[in-house]
């Protein structure tokens, strides 16, 4: 959305900027934007930061158009919270009553940003005006302008083939600093919302991040936006989006948001920055590296580790082999593990591998930044792109994705297995129990006997009828989670002592894979190369 400063504001904007140059965007506490922080500024700097709310709440409300029936011809409707909205009125009482925070945050993200915006137009002043900066062109248009014609196609032309068979999901990121991330969301909900695009969006001012499904037409139509769009241009190639059979179905709605990162990690990307990643390594080169890693497996003295930074719940069904997979359930936990286990990586080469190569980017520039390692290196494109080169290769088993398809399959093996009991079996499904938000290993015929939840404790609530209609929809952590290490200690391969399998299920949190046994997956011998 387009935004300009005048020249005689420059001082007051500097002022304001400067009074929430310390604010914390992750900060969640309830608070009262209108009492903690503007009753501090004084009057000119009130109409900044009143400029810059107003703005942050119109954002949020655009991002939750929708495509109204054709009957109200350009009548605009809104959807969020599983709610329809049909009248402004009503969309804007919802959005200032059930989104106090997410409007507070963007507020102070908003501010930050005028600062950038201030010192880019002085620097303007001296620089040539008939050829400006391209991130300014494009800041200065509609959203409607960036959007593709679809005009000779009709509506079913872009739903038809939607279907998980027919259709198609995109999966992408690019690092590259953006100069409004709130322009770009905006533009981002109105592209998918007119090529009927589901999905996740994350943007923010070191990039981008999505995963989105639709027909085939809709997901050619959307690269073709992205790779025109000046913003992306040189940053952005076609080799960039990983594509996989699927559609608007793997995703219940839409949803495009402004974050601090484009991946969380927990870490502010001012002080871990993407620009300082690993060495990037194709799927090539890493199925070499990884031959060259077992073929070496069996020696006492190996200087490589083979690490995946994903989640434990990932891994469990689908890893490459003689890797070391930390017992994770959150990215956020990663740069604990690092420093928990940094004796474990002192003096070894890395190599990192990730689904999509998102996580590597700033997980890889972590490792560095500890200046333990010999060297770092990185899967680009992830699983993804080596699946497409190696189905066959040295990763085993299927490929976790975080849709309604839960996982993707490229080769027939089977590496995990049912929580009940222990038949080889890697299809994940929901814990039975409305309240619970787990996934869980359960193979047919456990299934057939009823075990159908991620613990025993899921499967008593289960059985009990829940004592509100609200209790159904309220999600809560499993019970069985408090027994997981937040993060684990991983002893170097010559400190290691033989782990017994615990006698009971040790479950999952935050999301999948519950109920399994504590695993380790770390560096030893392996089957040799296949």
């Not at 085939?216 to 992306?232: D, H, I, N």
């Not at 996982?407 to 499904?429: E, H, K, M, T």
């Not at 039975?432 to 193979?443: A, F």
């Amino acid at each position: 959305m387009p935004s300009s400063t005048s020249s005689d504001q420059g001082d007051d904007l500097e002022a304001c900027v400067l009074r929430f140059s310390d604010l914390d965007l992750k900060d969640t506490s309830p608070t009262n934007p209108s009492s903690n922080l503007k009753a501090e500024l004084d009057v000119n700097t009130k109409k900044k930061y009143s400029f810059a709310k107003k703005k942050a709440f119109a954002l949020f409300v655009k991002t939750k158009e929708v495509i109204a029936p054709s009957y109200k011809c350009e009548e605009k409707w809104w959807k969020c919270c599983q709610q329809l909205f049909t009248d402004q009125t009503s969309i804007h009482r919802h959005v200032a009553i059930q989104h106090v925070d997410e409007i507070r945050h963007q507020t102070a993200s908003i501010l930050k940003q005028l600062a950038v915006t201030l010192s880019t137009s002085k620097e303007l002043k001296s620089a040539d005006r008939r050829n400006p900066p391209r991130e300014h062109l494009t800041r200065n248009r509609e959203v409607s302008a960036w959007l593709p014609d679809t005009s000779c196609f009709s509506p079913d032309e872009l739903i038809s083939g939607q279907g998980s068979e027919e259709g198609e999901v995109l999966l992408y990121y690019c690092y590259h600093d953006l100069e409004d991330p709130h322009w770009i969301c905006a533009w981002q909900t109105a592209l998918c919302q007119r090529l009927h695009l589901t999905g996740k969006v994350r943007i923010a001012t070191e990039g981008i991040n999505g995963t989105v499904g639709g027909s085939k037409l809709a997901t050619r139509l959307y690269v073709e936006a992205m790779l025109s769009c000046p913003l992306f241009k040189g940053f952005l190639c076609k080799d960039d989006f990983k594509t996989s059979k699927g559609g608007a179905c793997c995703f219940p709605e839409l949803r495009v948001g402004v974050f601090e990162e484009i991946v969380p990690m927990g870490i502010s990307p001012n002080k871990i920055s993407y620009k300082k990643p690993g060495i990037h390594l194709s799927p090539g080169e890493f199925h070499k590296e990884v031959e060259k890693f077992l073929s070496q497996a069996n020696q006492e003295q190996n200087d490589t580790i083979l690490l995946d930074c994903r989640n434990f719940y990932e891994s469990k069904i689908g890893h490459f082999q003689g890797c070391l997979a930390p017992d994770i359930r959150k990215f956020s936990y990663f740069p604990s593990y690092v420093d928990k286990n940094l004796e474990l990586f002192r003096e070894k080469r890395v190599l990192m591998y990730c689904t999509g190569g998102i996580r590597c980017e700033r997980g890889s520039a972590y490792l560095k930044a500890k200046g333990v390692c010999k060297e770092v290196f990185q899967l680009k494109g992830g699983i993804h792109k080596y699946l497409e080169e190696f189905p066959d290769g040295f990763y085993k088993g299927k490929l976790f994705v975080f849709d309604e398809r839960y996982a993707l399959s490229y080769n027939s093996d089977v590496v995990s297995a049912c929580s009940y009991c222990g038949a080889p079996w890697d299809q994940y499904r929901l814990c039975s129990t409305p309240q619970c938000r787990q996934l869980v290993l359960t193979c047919p015929t456990c299934q057939g006997q009823g075990f159908t939840a991620c613990c025993v404790t899921c499967q008593d609530k289960g059985s009990r009828p829940a004592s509100s209609p609200a209790q159904n929809s309220f999600k809560e952590e499993c019970e069985c989670t408090a027994r997981r290490p937040r993060v684990p200690s991983d002893l170097p391969p010559q400190a290691q002592l033989p782990v017994s399998p615990e006698p009971g299920p040790n479950g999952g949190e935050d999301g999948p894979c519950p109920c399994e046994r504590r695993r380790r997956h770390s560096p030893k011998p392996a089957p040799s190369p296949v």
